[in-house]
C-alpha cells in the first residue's frame, strides 16, 4: 500500500473557482524521494498547499489518501496529526511566539508526550545539527529571520515533529551553497523507511545533494511526464518547453 | 457564537453576603456629600474640596467624546456603601465573608510571596491594609486615603488633586465630591522599594458606584512599583467606578503603576490617571484594560522637569458588548525629555475598541524624543477598531516617530500553525498571545499568566 495517494486530483481557488488543479496523480511509498519539478508559475505549490488542505482551495473531484486515511474532509490541524507536513516558501513570522515553545506546543498536539526538558534538548541538538544559530530557536518565530534561517527554522521543525508524508516547497530557494548542503544533508538523515518525501523545485541543483527515486514534471496544473533521476538532468539541459507544447497539443 | 468568559470566569463571579454599617441613599447631592465627609470625620479643608468639586460636576456636561453614558442613570446609583469591618492589618481580623473574598482573588497569598504591602478595598472602604515593618521604619508610608487626610495633612493638601483638578471633566468633579477609599503612598528620599505594593478594589454590591482616590508621592531619587487590580461579580443593574490616580514623581524618582482592570461587563469604568514627572525621574503605566462593559481611561504624563521620561504600555480587550474607549496622553514642557508609548487592542465578538492618544511636544521641550505605537487587532469581522493619535509638536528640535496599524488577524498565519498541529483556535489563540506578549511581560507574572489564560478561554470559546 502507497503512503501517499492522490487520485486524479481536481481543485480550484475558492474566490474565483478557477482551476488550479486538473487531475493530479501521485503514489509515493514508504521510503521514497520523489521531485516535482516544473517552471514558475506552474502551480506547483499550490499542489503542496492543497496536500495540506489550505482553505483558500477546494477539492473539486479526485482523493488523497495518506497511509489509509482518506484527508479529503480532514482540516489543515487534522492532516497534520494524521502526519502530512509541509515546508513553506515563506514561512509566516509570528510575533511574540518564541520558536522553541511553539514547537513544544505543536508537537503535545501531535501526541509527543515527552517532558519539555526533554523536547528542549532535542531542539537544540538539532539546531546544532542544521547550523541553525542556536539563539534563534528562543526567538519569536521567524521573525527577523533571515531566508536562510527560515528555510533551517522549516527543517528544525520537519524533523522535530517527525511526519510520516512531508512536501517541501522550494526548500532551495534562496539558499547559498552552504545552507543548500546542511538542509540536503539533514533531507538525506532524515529520509527512513517510515516517511515519504515530495521535492518540489524549480532548479536541479537540489538534486544533485538529495537523489530522488522519481521525477515528475508539473505544467500547468498536472503531472506530464514521470521519470528515474535522468529527467532531472535532461530538463536541466532542455529546460520545460518540451512539456508545455505536448500538453498543448494535448 | 462567543462567549463571555473574559472577564465573567468563575474566579471573579461570586458574590459574598456581605454586612453594611451604612448604605447611602441613591444619587448624588450635596447633603450626600456632607454626609460622607462627615461620617470620615473629615477636616473643614476637605469638606470644602468636596463640595466644590460638586458644584463644579453640577455645571459640566458629559465629554463630547467617548463612550456613550445614554445608559448610565446617575439617580440609581448608590455611591457610598460602607462595610461592617474596621481597617485591619491581619487578614485573620477582617469578618469571615471579606476576607475570603479576597482568599478567593489570591490577595493574601500574593501578598506573602511577593509584595511589599497590600491594600484591599471592599466597596467603599479599605478594609485592609499592611506594610512591611522594614519599609516602615525607613518611612515609606501606605496607608488608606482616609487615614492619610487625618495623619498626612501638609502632604495630602499638597498634592490631592493637584494633578487632577475637580474642573479636569465632569467624572473628576464627581470624584472629588465623593472619592471614598484608595491608597496613600510616600516613598522617602533615596529610599527604593525593591517588591511592589498591591492595591486590589472589589465591588460587591448591585447599582453601587467606587470611587477610589490613590495618591502617590515618590521624592527625589526614590523608586516604587505600584499595581491595582480590580473586580467586581456581574449584576443585571450598572455599576459605576469614577477612580483617580495622581503621581508625582519627583527628582529622579522612578515609578512603575501596572492596573489590571477586570471589571464585570456591567460597569462603567470612568477613570482618570495622570503623573507629574521632575527633572530627571521615569514614570511607566502598564496598563490591562480587560472587563467593564464601556471604559474611558487615557493615562497622562506630564514630562516637567528636564530629561523627565515617560513609558505608557497597554493592553486593551474588547469583547462581546464592550466599547474600550482608550488611550493615553504624554505632554512634553521640558526640553530632552522621552517618551514612549505602545498601544495594543484586540476587538472580538461585535466588541469596538478606540485608540485616543496625544502626544504635545511643546515649544520649550527642545531635543525631546518620543515614539508612538498603537496596534489594533480585530479577531472577526463583527469587531471594530479606531486609532486617534494626536501629535502636535511645536518646536523644530525633537524626534517623533508613530506608527499606528490596524488589521486582522491573517489566514495565512493560522494556516501556517495548522499546518503545525494547531486547531484553528489555538492558532488564533497563539497570535493573539503573541500580539500581547511584548506588553504582557511587563505584568507581574501572575497577571501575566492569567491575561494568557483569559485570552485563550475566550478566543478558544469563541470559535464554534
Known amino acids: 500500500m502507497s503512503l501517499l495517494r492522490v487520485e486524479n486530483l481536481h481543485a480550484v481557488l475558492k474566490e474565483s473557482m478557477e482551476e488550479i488543479l486538473k487531475g493530479v496523480n501521485v503514489k509515493v511509498n514508504s521510503g521514497e524521494i520523489h521531485a516535482i519539478m516544473g517552471p514558475n508559475g506552474s502551480g506547483k505549490s499550490t499542489f503542496a498547499h492543497v496536500l495540506m488542505g489550505n482553505p483558500k482551495f477546494k477539492v473539486t473531484s479526485g482523493s488523497i489518501t495518506l497511509d489509509g486515511v482518506d484527508l479529503g474532509d480532514l482540516s489543515t490541524d487534522e492532516r497534520a496529526k494524521q502526519g502530512m507536513f509541509m515546508t513553506f516558501q515563506h514561512p509566516q513570522e509570528i510575533p511574540g511566539i518564541r520558536l522553541r515553545s511553539f514547537l513544544i506546543a505543536a508537537s503535545g498536539e501531535l501526541g509527543n508526550m515527552e517532558s519539555p526538558i526533554m523536547k528542549s534538548r532535542k531542539i537544540d541538538r538539532l539546531s546544532i545539527d542544521n547550523s541553525f544559530d542556536k539563539d534563534l530557536v528562543d526567538r519569536y518565530l521567524n521573525v527577523g529571520f533571515s531566508g536562510g534561517e527560515k528555510k533551517k527554522s522549516e527543517i528544525v521543525q520537519m524533523q522535530f515533529l517527525k511526519p510520516k508524508l512531508v512536501v517541501l516547497d522550494e526548500i532551495d530557494s534562496g539558499l547559498d551553497v552552504d545552507a543548500l548542503k546542511v538542509i540536503s544533508k539533514s533531507i538525506n538523515s532524515f529520509r527512513s523507511e517510515r516517511n515519504g518525501i515530495i521535492l518540489i523545485t524549480h532548479y536541479e541543483r537540489l538534486l544533485e545533494y538529495v537523489v530522488p527515486d522519481y521525477v515528475h514534471v508539473y505544467v500547468d496544473g498536472s503531472v506530464v511526464a514521470s521519470g528515474g533521476p535522468d529527467l532531472a538532468r535532461e530538463i536541466q539541459q532542455s529546460g520545460y518547453e518540451r512539456y508545455a507544447v505536448s500538453l498543448r497539443e494535448v | ?464
Open chain 2, 1 to 464: 457564537m462567543s462567549r463571555e468568559a473574559f472577564v465573567d470566569s468563575s474566579r471573579f463571579e461570586f458574590t459574598s453576603r456581605t454586612d453594611y454599617s451604612y448604605v447611602s441613599e441613591k444619587g448624588f447631592t450635596e447633603s450626600l456629600v456632607r454626609e460622607i465627609s462627615g461620617r470620615k470625620d473629615e477636616p473643614g479643608w476637605m469638606l470644602q474640596l468636596r463640595l466644590n468639586s460638586f458644584r463644579a460636576f453640577s455645571r459640566i456636561h458629559d465629554p463630547s467624546f467617548g463612550v456613550d453614558t445614554g445608559l448610565l442613570d446617575l439617580g440609581e446609583i448608590v455611591a457610598y456603601l460602607k462595610p461592617n469591618a474596621s481597617r485591619e492589618r491581619a487578614w485573620e481580623d477582617l469578618p469571615v465573608e471579606i476576607r475570603e473574598t479576597f482568599e478567593k482573588l489570591g490577595i493574601p497569598e500574593a501578598e506573602r510571596n511577593s509584595l511589599s504591602g497590600a491594600g484591599a478595598q471592599y466597596d467603599s472602604e479599605v478594609v485592609y491594609q499592611n506594610i512591611k515593618r522594614e519599609l516602615e521604619e525607613l518611612g515609606v508610608v501606605f496607608l488608606d486615603m482616609e487615614s492619610a487626610v487625618k495623619e498626612y495633612p501638609e502632604l495630602v493638601k499638597k498634592y490631592f488633586m493637584k494633578a487632577v483638578p475637580a474642573t479636569d471633566h465632569k467624572y473628576s468633579a464627581l470624584h472629588g465630591a465623593v472619592w471614598s477609599g484608595g491608597s496613600f503612598v510616600y516613598v522617602p528620599k533615596n529610599i527604593k522599594v525593591k517588591q511592589p505594593l498591591q492595591a486590589y478594589f472589589r465591588m460587591n454590591a448591585a447599582s453601587s458606584g467606587q470611587f477610589e482616590h490613590t495618591l502617590i508621592v515618590a521624592d527625589e531619587g526614590s523608586e516604587l512599583q505600584f499595581i491595582e487590580g480590580c473586580s467586581a461579580p456581574r449584576f443585571n443593574e450598572l455599576n459605576l467606578h469614577v477612580g483617580m490616580v495622581e503621581i508625582f514623581v519627583l527628582k529622579g524618582a522612578r515609578v512603575r503603576y501596572s492596573t489590571i482592570q477586570n471589571w464585570s461587563k456591567n460597569t462603567y469604568n470612568l477613570n482618570t490617571k495622570r503623573a507629574i514627572v521632575e527633572e530627571d525621574g521615569t514614570m511607566e503605566w502598564i496598563s490591562g484594560s480587560l472587563g467593564s462593559m464601556k471604559t474611558m481611561l487615557y493615562p497622562t504624563t506630564v514630562l516637567k522637569g528636564r530629561r523627565a521620561r515617560a513609558e505608557h504600555l497597554g493592553i486593551t480587550y474588547a469583547g462581546p458588548g464592550q466599547h474600550m474607549d482608550t488611550g493615553s496622553k504624554v505632554i512634553h514642557l521640558a526640553p530632552e525629555t522621552s517618551s514612549i508609548v505602545d498601544a495594543r487592542s484586540i476587538s472580538t465578538g461585535g466588541g469596538w475598541a478606540f485608540y485616543r492618544g496625544l502626544l504635545d511636544i511643546s515649544e520649550r521641550a527642545v531635543n525631546s524624543k518620543s515614539a508612538v505605537q498603537c496596534t489594533a487587532m480585530m479577531i472577526d469581522n463583527d469587531s471594530r477598531s479606531d486609532t486617534l493619535p494626536i501629535i502636535s509638536v511645536d518646536n523644530s528640535s525633537s524626534n517623533i516617530g508613530h506608527e499606528a496599524r490596524i488589521g486582522r488577524i491573517s489566514e495565512e498565519q493560522i494556516f501556517y500553525l495548522m499546518s503545525r498541529g494547531l486547531s484553528e483556535s489555538e492558532a488564533k489563540a497563539m497570535i493573539v498571545r503573541g500580539f500581547v506578549e511584548p506588553v504582557a511581560k511587563q505584568f507581574p507574572v501572575e497577571y501575566a499568566v492569567e491575561l494568557n489564560r483569559l485570552i485563550n478561554l475566550e478566543i478558544e470559546g469563541s470559535i464554534g
